[in-house]
C-alpha cells in the first residue's frame, strides 16, 4: 500500500485501468466456468441417473425373470418327473457295492483336480477327508460322472451317459441333455435337483457337490445349504429364495449366489429345484457388455452393485480394463494384500472389493441422489446411487464418473480462458499508457500552479490549461475548502446529536438495526416479562394542580422509574399517560427475567409510597405482571415507535386492570418459576366478557412490606 501511494499518478491510472480489467476478466471467467461448471455437473448427473435408472430395471427385471423361469420349471411336467426318477434311481444305488479302485480314482481327482485348486484361494490346507464323499451312491455316482469322466474340469457337463448300463445313467441319459440345454440357453452357471432329504440327486455340471447332502455333508454351511433348507421349509407352491454371494468350495472358493423352489406332484413334497446364478450375466447388464464409452460413461465412468456387508456384487471395470493398474491403486489405498491376491486369482472383485462410500452407505438406507464423492478407489467421482428391489437381495446400484474426467471441458476452458487473458492484458497495458498520458497533462498542470502558490507566490492564477472539471477544480479550489471544512464539522455535530436521540428512544441492538437500514424490525422472542403499572388517584389529583405541576410531578416519577429499569436490566417500552410498561429479557435474554421483575414492582411501588409520603400525596401503584413469548418491532414510518404485542402483553395488561391499589398481580406462569422465592396468595379467577378465565395470583402483603433498596447486582 505505501508503494502505490509513492506512485505517480500516470502510473496508479495504468495500474488501476490493468487491475479494473483483470478483475473484470477474472470476474467473467469465474461466473462462465461456475456456470458452466453447474450446467455441466447437472447434465453429467442427469446422464448418470439415467443409465443407473436404465440398469436398475435390468436387474431388477432380470431377476424378476429368474423367479418366474425357476418357479415355471418347478411345475413344468418334465421337471417333477426328472425329479422322481433320479430320486428312485439314486435310493437303488445306495444299496451298490463300490470297487476300491472306484475309491482310489477318486481320492486321486479330488487331490490333483480339486484340492489344489481350492487350496489356491482358501486359508489353510484343506483336509481330503473332509471333502470325499461318504455314501455308497455318492461315491458311485462321482466315480463314473466326475473322477472318471473324460472331459476336463469345466466340461464334465458333455457327458451324458458314463455306460454302466445303471438305472440312474438311464434317466441321465434322458434327461441330461433337456436340462443341459436350459443351463446353456438361459445362462446359469449350474441346475441342481434335490431330494427332499437335501441330496443333490442331479446336477448339470457335476462339481464335487454332486450327490452330497447339504444337512449334513461337508457343504452344509454354504449359502446353496441355506437356500435348499429354505425351499424344504416352505409350505406350498409358488416360493422361491434367493440367496446372496458367498463363497462356494465345489466352485473353489468363487462367489456364487442361488435361487431354489420346491417341486411339487399334486399336493405331495417331493424335492428342491435350485440354480447356480452367472456371474457373468449380471456382470454383462452392469458393464453394458464391456461397452462403457459407447454408453456414455467415457474413460472412467462405471455402474456396479453394491451388497449390505459393503462388498461388490459385480465386476470392477477398472479390474476388468487394467488388473495390473487395479492392483496398484488397491495397493495404494491400503488394502489388503489376501485380498488383492484372492482378486488376481478369481479375477473378479466380487466379495472381495470393499465399498464403504458416502453413496453406498446413504443407499443401503433406501435414499437415493447424486453426490461428488471419494470412489471406492478414493478418486472424487460424480456419483449416482439408490437401492435396488429385490426380494431377498439387499443391494444397491451405482453410476459413477472420475470427476476429472466430468470436469474436462471445463478445465479446458479455463486454459484457454487463461491464454486470451494474457494477451489482451498486453493490449490493455499500452492503451493504458497512452490514455493516461493525455488525462494527466492538465494534474500535472495544476500541481505545477500549486507547486508555485506553495512556493509564496500568491499572485499565481492556478490553471489547469482546459476548460473542463479540472478549470473549475482550479476556479473554487480557494473558494471551497474552508466552507467544506466548515459544512463537515456541522455535519458530524448534527450526526452526533442525532445518535444520541436515537439511543435515548430505542435500544442499542435496535437502534444499529435502523442504522443498517432495516426498516422492517419485526422479532418472535421468547422467555420475556411484561410489567403493566397505573398510578391509582392521579387522575384524580391532577384536577387540583397545574399542568406544569402535574408534567413535573409524573416526569420525577417516570425518571425513577427508568433508572430502575437500568438497576434491574429491564427495557422500558412505553408510557401512556400515568402507565407505564417495561419488559425483561427482550433485546438481551435473562434467566431471571421474571426474577428481575417482580424486583422492580416491588422497588416501583416502595418508592411511590415513599414519593407520595414525602409529598403529602394520596398516589398508590397497580401492577400487573406476566411471562411467556411476545412480538416486537418497530412501526411507523416518520414517527417510529418500538413495541410489543401479543398474548403475554395482554395477559399482564388484564392483570394489572384487575389489581387492587398498592398490589401485584402476577399470571399463573409467575406463581409458578417464583413460589418458592416468594409468598403468593390465589385471588380467583378474572372474567371480563368475551376472553378466557384467567388466574390471577397476589404477592403477598410480608413482601410489600419489606424495603427493596438494599443493594442487588444484576449483570
Same mark, same amino acid.
Given at each position: 500500500m505505501q508503494l502505490f501511494k509513492q506512485l505517480s499518478i500516470k502510473t496508479k491510472l495504468i495500474v488501476m485501468l490493468l487491475v479494473v480489467s483483470l478483475c473484470a476478466m477474472v470476474a467473467s471467467t469465474f461466473t462462465c466456468s461456475s456456470a458452466g461448471k453447474s450446467i455441466l455437473t447437472e447434465k453429467v448427473f442427469n446422464q448418470l441417473t439415467s443409465l443407473r435408472s436404465a440398469k436398475t430395471y435390468q436387474i431388477q427385471d432380470y431377476f424378476e425373470t429368474l423367479n418366474n423361469h425357476s418357479q415355471t420349471l418347478s411345475e413344468d411336467l418334465t421337471v417333477v418327473a426328472a425329479m422322481q426318477e433320479f430320486k428312485t434311481a439314486y435310493r437303488e444305488l445306495e444299496k451298490s457295492t463300490i470297487p476300491a479302485d472306484f475309491d482310489k480314482k477318486i481320492d486321486t481327482y479330488y487331490q490333483t483336480e480339486f484340492l489344489p485348486r481350492l487350496a489356491r484361494t482358501n486359508e489353510g490346507l484343506p483336509v481330503l477327508e473332509s471333502y470325499t464323499p461318504k455314501t455308497a451312491a455318492a461315491r458311485y455316482l462321482q466315480y463314473h460322472y466326475t473322477a472318471a469322466n473324460p472331459n476336463p474340469v469345466g466340461k464334465k457337463l458333455l457327458l451324458d451317459n458314463p455306460g454302466d448300463a445303471s438305472s440312474y445313467s438311464q434317466v441321465h441319459t434322458r434327461y441330461h441333455p433337456i436340462f443341459r440345454n436350459i443351463v446353456e440357453?438361459?445362462?446359469?452357471?449350474?441346475?441342481?435337483?434335490?431330494?427332499?432329504?437335501?441330496?443333490?440327486?442331479?446336477?448339470?455340471?457335476?462339481?464335487?457337490?454332486?450327490?452330497?447332502?447339504?444337512?449334513?455333508?461337508?457343504?452344509?454351511?454354504?449359502?446353496?445349504a441355506k437356500a435348499i433348507a429354505a425351499a424344504r421349509g416352505s409350505k406350498g407352491k409358488g416360493y422361491v429364495k434367493i440367496v446372496d454371494f458367498q463363497p462356494y468350495s465345489p466352485s473353489y472358493g468363487a462367489p456364487a449366489a442361488f435361487i431354489s423352489t420346491p417341486i411339487f406332484n399334486g399336493s405331495e413334497f417331493i424335492g428342491v429345484l435350485a440354480f447356480q446364478l452367472p456371474v457373468d450375466k449380471i456382470n454383462n447388464v452392469m458393464?453394458?457388455?464391456?461397452?462403457?464409452?459407447?454408453?456414455? %460413461?467415457?474413460?472412467?465412468?462405471? =455402474?456396479?452393485?453394491?451388497?449390505?456387508?459393503?462388498? &461388490?456384487?459385480? $465386476? #470392477?471395470?477398472? !479390474?476388468?480394463?487394467?488388473?495390473?493398474?487395479?492392483?496398484?491403486?488397491?495397493?495404494?489405498?491400503?488394502?489388503?494384500?489376501?485380498?488383492?491376491?484372492?482378486?488376481?486369482?478369481?479375477?473378479?472383485?466380487?466379495?472381495?472389493?470393499?465399498?464403504?462410500?458416502?453413496?453406498?452407505?446413504?443407499?443401503?438406507?433406501?435414499?437415493?441422489?447424486?453426490?461428488?464423492?471419494?470412489?471406492?478407489?478414493?478418486?472424487?467421482?460424480?456419483?449416482?446411487?439408490?437401492?435396488?428391489?429385490?426380494?431377498?437381495?439387499?443391494?444397491?446400484?451405482?453410476?459413477?464418473?472420475?470427476?476429472?474426467?466430468?470436469?474436462?471441458?471445463?478445465?479446458?476452458?479455463?486454459?484457454?480462458?487463461?491464454?486470451?487473458?494474457?494477451?489482451?492484458?498486453?493490449?490493455?497495458? %499500452?492503451?493504458?499508457?497512452?490514455? =493516461?498520458?493525455?488525462?494527466?497533462?492538465?494534474?500535472? &498542470?495544476?500541481? $505545477? #500552479?500549486?507547486? !508555485?502558490?506553495?512556493?509564496?507566490?500568491?499572485?499565481?492564477?492556478?490553471?489547469?490549461?482546459?476548460?473542463d472539471e479540472f478549470g473549475d477544480l482550479a476556479k473554487s479550489f480557494n473558494q471551497t475548502i474552508d466552507s467544506l471544512r466548515y459544512e463537515s464539522n456541522l455535519i458530524e455535530q448534527k450526526n452526533r446529536e442525532n445518535e444520541a436521540l436515537v439511543l435515548n428512544i430505542f435500544s442499542p441492538a435496535i437502534t444499529k438495526r435502523l442504522k443498517q437500514g432495516d426498516r422492517e424490525i419485526a422479532d418472535q422472542i421468547s422467555n420475556v416479562s411484561v410489567l403493566f403499572s397505573d398510578l391509582d388517584q392521579f387522575t384524580k389529583l391532577t384536577k387540583s394542580m397545574s399542568p406544569q405541576e402535574v408534567v413535573r410531578l409524573?416526569?420525577?416519577?417516570?425518571?425513577?422509574?427508568?433508572?430502575?429499569?437500568?438497576?434491574?436490566?429491564?427495557?422500558?417500552?412505553?408510557?401512556?399517560?400515568?402507565?407505564?410498561?417495561?419488559?425483561?429479557?427482550?433485546?438481551?435474554?435473562?434467566?431471571?427475567?421474571?426474577k428481575r421483575t417482580v424486583d422492580f414492582a416491588l422497588e416501583m411501588l416502595a418508592y411511590v409510597?415513599?414519593?407520595?409520603?414525602?409529598?403529602?400525596?394520596?398516589?398508590?401503584?397497580?401492577?400487573?405482571?406476566?411471562?411467556?413469548?411476545?412480538?416486537a418491532g418497530v412501526i411507523g414510518k416518520n414517527r417510529l415507535l418500538y413495541d410489543i404485542w401479543g398474548d403475554t402483553v395482554n395477559i399482564a395488561h388484564r392483570l394489572k386492570s384487575a389489581c387492587p391499589s398498592g398490589s401485584i398481580l402476577v399470571s399463573q406462569d409467575i406463581c409458578d418459576r417464583l413460589y418458592d422465592l416468594y409468598d403468593f396468595e390465589q385471588v380467583g379467577e378474572i372474567q371480563e366478557p368475551g376472553k378466557e378465565k384467567l388466574v390471577a395470583w397476589q404477592l403477598k402483603n410480608s413482601h410489600l412490606t419489606v424495603s427493596v433498596q438494599e443493594e442487588k447486582v444484576y449483570e
Amino acid at each position: 500500500m505505501q508503494l502505490f501511494k509513492q506512485l505517480s499518478i500516470k502510473t496508479k491510472l495504468i495500474v488501476m485501468l490493468l487491475v479494473v480489467s483483470l478483475c473484470a476478466m477474472v470476474a467473467s471467467t469465474f461466473t462462465c466456468s461456475s456456470a458452466g461448471k453447474s450446467i455441466l455437473t447437472e447434465k453429467v448427473f442427469n446422464q448418470l441417473t439415467s443409465l443407473r435408472s436404465a440398469k436398475t430395471y435390468q436387474i431388477q427385471d432380470y431377476f424378476e425373470t429368474l423367479n418366474n423361469h425357476s418357479q415355471t420349471l418347478s411345475e413344468d411336467l418334465t421337471v417333477v418327473a426328472a425329479m422322481q426318477e433320479f430320486k428312485t434311481a439314486y435310493r437303488e444305488l445306495e444299496k451298490s457295492t463300490i470297487p476300491a479302485d472306484f475309491d482310489k480314482k477318486i481320492d486321486t481327482y479330488y487331490q490333483t483336480e480339486f484340492l489344489p485348486r481350492l487350496a489356491r484361494t482358501n486359508e489353510g490346507l484343506p483336509v481330503l477327508e473332509s471333502y470325499t464323499p461318504k455314501t455308497a451312491a455318492a461315491r458311485y455316482l462321482q466315480y463314473h460322472y466326475t473322477a472318471a469322466n473324460p472331459n476336463p474340469v469345466g466340461k464334465k457337463l458333455l457327458l451324458d451317459n458314463p455306460g454302466d448300463a445303471s438305472s440312474y445313467s438311464q434317466v441321465h441319459t434322458r434327461y441330461h441333455p433337456i436340462f443341459r440345454n436350459i443351463v446353456e440357453k438361459y445362462g446359469y452357471y449350474d441346475m441342481f435337483l434335490i431330494d427332499p432329504e437335501g441330496t443333490i440327486v442331479y446336477t448339470v455340471f457335476k462339481e464335487t457337490d454332486f450327490a452330497t447332502n447339504f444337512t449334513n455333508g461337508p457343504y452344509n454351511e454354504s449359502n446353496l445349504a441355506k437356500a435348499i433348507a429354505a425351499a424344504r421349509g416352505s409350505k406350498g407352491k409358488g416360493y422361491v429364495k434367493i440367496v446372496d454371494f458367498q463363497p462356494y468350495s465345489p466352485s473353489y472358493g468363487a462367489p456364487a449366489a442361488f435361487i431354489s423352489t420346491p417341486i411339487f406332484n399334486g399336493s405331495e413334497f417331493i424335492g428342491v429345484l435350485a440354480f447356480q446364478l452367472p456371474v457373468d450375466k449380471i456382470n454383462n447388464v452392469m458393464t453394458g457388455n464391456k461397452n462403457w464409452k459407447q454408453n456414455g %460413461l467415457g474413460d472412467s465412468g462405471e =455402474t456396479y452393485l453394491v451388497g449390505s456387508d459393503y462388498l &461388490m456384487r459385480s $465386476a #470392477s471395470r477398472f !479390474q476388468i480394463e487394467d488388473p495390473k493398474g487395479h492392483e496398484k491403486t488397491l495397493s495404494s489405498i491400503g488394502t489388503d494384500e489376501k485380498t488383492i491376491k484372492k482378486i488376481k486369482e478369481f479375477n473378479t472383485t466380487i466379495l472381495l472389493q470393499e465399498v464403504q462410500t458416502k453413496g453406498v452407505k446413504q443407499a443401503l438406507f433406501g435414499k437415493q441422489g447424486t453426490e461428488v464423492i471419494n470412489d471406492y478407489r478414493n478418486i472424487p467421482v460424480l456419483s449416482s446411487y439408490a437401492p435396488l428391489k429385490i426380494d431377498g437381495l439387499r443391494w444397491v446400484i451405482l453410476a459413477e464418473i472420475d470427476v476429472s474426467e466430468a470436469y474436462a471441458p471445463i478445465h479446458s476452458f479455463e486454459k484457454t480462458v487463461v491464454i486470451g487473458a494474457t494477451l489482451i492484458m498486453v493490449l490493455i497495458t %499500452l492503451i493504458a499508457m497512452w490514455l =493516461t498520458a493525455i488525462f494527466v497533462k492538465p494534474i500535472q &498542470m495544476l500541481i $505545477a #500552479s500549486a507547486e !508555485q502558490v506553495g512556493a509564496g507566490e500568491i499572485d499565481t492564477i492556478v490553471k489547469s490549461g482546459s476548460e473542463d472539471e479540472f478549470g473549475d477544480l482550479a476556479k473554487s479550489f480557494n473558494q471551497t475548502i474552508d466552507s467544506l471544512r466548515y459544512e463537515s464539522n456541522l455535519i458530524e455535530q448534527k450526526n452526533r446529536e442525532n445518535e444520541a436521540l436515537v439511543l435515548n428512544i430505542f435500544s442499542p441492538a435496535i437502534t444499529k438495526r435502523l442504522k443498517q437500514g432495516d426498516r422492517e424490525i419485526a422479532d418472535q422472542i421468547s422467555n420475556v416479562s411484561v410489567l403493566f403499572s397505573d398510578l391509582d388517584q392521579f387522575t384524580k389529583l391532577t384536577k387540583s394542580m397545574s399542568p406544569q405541576e402535574v408534567v413535573r410531578l409524573l416526569n420525577e416519577l417516570v425518571t425513577a422509574f427508568d433508572e430502575m429499569t437500568d438497576k434491574y436490566g429491564l427495557e422500558k417500552i412505553k408510557t401512556i399517560g400515568d402507565g407505564y410498561m417495561a419488559v425483561c429479557g427482550l433485546s438481551v435474554p435473562r434467566l431471571d427475567h421474571d426474577k428481575r421483575t417482580v424486583d422492580f414492582a416491588l422497588e416501583m411501588l416502595a418508592y411511590v409510597r415513599r414519593f407520595s409520603y414525602e409529598k403529602g400525596l394520596h398516589l398508590d401503584l397497580r401492577l400487573g405482571i406476566n411471562s411467556g413469548d411476545v412480538v416486537a418491532g418497530v412501526i411507523g414510518k416518520n414517527r417510529l415507535l418500538y413495541d410489543i404485542w401479543g398474548d403475554t402483553v395482554n395477559i399482564a395488561h388484564r392483570l394489572k386492570s384487575a389489581c387492587p391499589s398498592g398490589s401485584i398481580l402476577v399470571s399463573q406462569d409467575i406463581c409458578d418459576r417464583l413460589y418458592d422465592l416468594y409468598d403468593f396468595e390465589q385471588v380467583g379467577e378474572i372474567q371480563e366478557p368475551g376472553k378466557e378465565k384467567l388466574v390471577a395470583w397476589q404477592l403477598k402483603n410480608s413482601h410489600l412490606t419489606v424495603s427493596v433498596q438494599e443493594e442487588k447486582v444484576y449483570e
